[in-house]
């Protein structure tokens, strides 16, 4: 009998490391190591979520919104940069992403959902070329169908808009109170989904703190390995 759980992933910083790719492109694009990494990265995430709001709108392209990320990160780092180097950055960036591959932890948690029958469904915000992209190399679809893989471009509308996580209960068959919603961005994926009413793994590499005044989520995994215990858990 199928397991009445769902489990919905986000790409990004879920299903792979993204600081890995972008580090690597970055220092190389420089041409030296950076003294603060997870500063960087978090100044990037956040010039990144900003650029993606212009770039969804119409405001500027796609091409635009990736130099002026890279561009606004190292001006708030304070560090000299050009835009011969944040094309020579993005370049590198994309060369990286398209040697992505889930980690043999994940593979193994994925491949007991499967085996488990649990529901396996994914919700990711970016252009829909791009997250496809990503989706073909890095074999997602061993675990996840096409068809229940929504991304944002294709679809109209972004995490963390309540629209997105209906559309992908009607698409997926979804049962609101049964779905888990797991993703890295506490605004995108976490605060979204428990505002559509679902339920909340937080992905939460980087151990960021829970917003102050904001409800926290079901459960929090700072490791694959926790992650793998939490969704043991939930599908017993």
Known sequence: MKNKVSLIFDIDDTLYSQM????????????????????FYRIFCKRSGEMFLFSESGQVTIEQSRIYRIMNTMKDMEIPYTEEMARDFQRRYQENQSHLKVSDTLSAILDKCRKEEVFLGIITNGPLNHQMSKYHNMELKRW???????????VGFAKPDERIFRLAEKRMGLERENTYMIGDSYENDILGAMNAGWKTIWMNHHRYPVPEGVKEPDHIAYTEEELGDIISRITQ
Request: aromatic share 6%; with cysteine.
């Open 20 to 39: 890995l790719p972008l580090l690597s492109a970055c220092e190389d694009s420089l041409g030296k190591k950076l003294e603060d990494p997870e500063r």
């Open 144 to 154: 996840f169908p096409q068809d229940y893989v929504l991304v944002s471009a294709g």
